[in-house]
């Protein structure tokens, strides 16, 4: 039986979770999750554990912040006037506003605070600062890379 490779695309089934449990994605029986290995879709320690893997096999892996979405930066923490946020948007704690930044890049930006006046955004990653365990299982290396 081969082993998932560089250039494979593979499918896999991932139950993703934090160190309390709590549980930030996963795929479903009817819908595994496919990539390529090597292409960077993936965050390369997911990539790097499916690589040596064979089809039925499983593991579970452990992410560092600075290896997954990386540390939590105070800097990407913001307040601006309640009145510099558009009418069709209401703000509440918790919530994520999906923006466009200068660069015309799209952010997502979620909300910490909300008073009178004024509204506090955090534009981390929501999995910033988090350590990552993935439980992964290789259902099927679709296609094989050639060997060269």
Do not use: C, W
Request: charged share 30%.
């Amino acid at each position: 039986m081969s082993k998932a490779k560089e250039g494979d695309r593979v499918k896999v089934y991932f139950t993703g979770t934090l160190e309390d449990g709590t549980i930030f994605g996963q795929t479903h029986e009817d819908e595994p999750f496919e990539f390529n290995i090597g292409e960077k879709s993936v965050l390369p320690k997911f990539e790097s554990a499916v690589v040596g893997m064979k089809e039925g096999g499983n593991k579970t892996i452990l992410i560092a912040p600075e290896d997954a979405y990386g540390p939590r930066d105070e800097e990407r923490m913001f307040t601006v006037e309640k009145s510099e946020i558009p009418d069709h948007i209401t703000p509440e704690i918790g919530k994520k506003i999906q923006v466009q930044t200068g660069s015309g890049e799209m952010a997502i930006l979620t909300v910490l605070e909300v008073s009178e006046d004024k509204v506090t955004f955090d534009a981390n990653d929501p999995l910033a600062g988090e350590e990552l365990t993935f439980e992964i299982e290789l259902l099927e290396i679709v296609q094989t890379e050639p060997n060269e």
